[in-house]
């Protein structure tokens, strides 16, 4: 029987053809660049709405809001006043500026101190109008310690109220602010300026140590 020509071409054709068709799926580096992708693009976000698997504006602004939900003030008595508070701490935080103290019977003098709270800073204004204080025997007294304003606390023993007055009478009468070195070892004082507390009888029951811009 004789094959045409055309019949011949045709046969390998459908040769070729159908052994690419039965070929394993992926197999060999065309095959895998060959196969279609099965990464979904999402859809761009329309203006206003957040994207997926971004912040949610909404609860990123509750969370601002919690981080600064603190009541007026509180953060402020951390810092002695000097934040955006400061009006308000200082009505309910008085200080005075101890003149002279008296370690014997645990009396001291000392002016009244308006606080100043403006835009540059908080200053602290005494009256220069000294007054008589009495000490408490169980008074806390909280004093800065060296230059980075690190305090400690002394609790005044019952009955020597004289003994937790040492470092503000070494303070409030030497000349630090001109001659820091005249003060003895390990006496750090700044501007005898302190936060304080009274009880029913006006006693001090508390100096804490303050500073002004």
């Known amino acids: 029987m004789r094959i045409r020509p055309a019949a011949v071409a045709a046969l390998l054709v459908a040769t070729v053809f159908g052994a690419a068709a039965c070929g394993p799926e992926g197999s060999g580096s065309d095959g895998a660049a ?28 509750s ?17 002695g006043g000097r934040g955006p508070n400061c009006k308000e701490y200082f009505k309910t935080h008085k200080v005075v500026r101890v003149r ?4 014997g019977t645990g009396k001291l003098t000392a002016d009244s101190v308006e606080a100043n709270c403006s835009p540059n800073g908080l200053f602290f204004n005494p009256d ?42 070494t303070c409030a009468e030497s000349n630090h602010a001109t001659d820091p070195d005249s003060l003895p070892k ?11 507390t009274v009880d029913a009888k006006g006693a001090i029951t508390s100096l804490k140590e303050t500073w002004s811009s």
């Open 186 to 196: 390990g006496y750090f004082c700044y501007q005898d300026m302190y936060e304080y």
């Open 128 to 169: 220069e109008k000294p007054k008589p204080y009495t000490v408490s025997p169980d008074a806390k007294i909280t004093v800065y310690t060296d230059e980075s304003l690190k305090t400690r606390t002394v609790t005044v023993r019952s009955g020597t109220a004289g003994d937790g007055l040492a470092h503000v009478k």
């Open 100 to 103: 002279t103290v008296d370690k």
């Open 63 to 79: 969370a601002g809001k919690g981080a600064g939900s603190a009541a007026p003030g509180a953060a402020d008595a951390d810092n």
């Open 34 to 61: 060959a196969a279609p992708s099965r990464t979904a693009v999402a859809p761009s976000a329309p203006a206003g709405e957040p994207s997926a698997g971004g912040p949610d504006p909404a609860a990123t602004a």
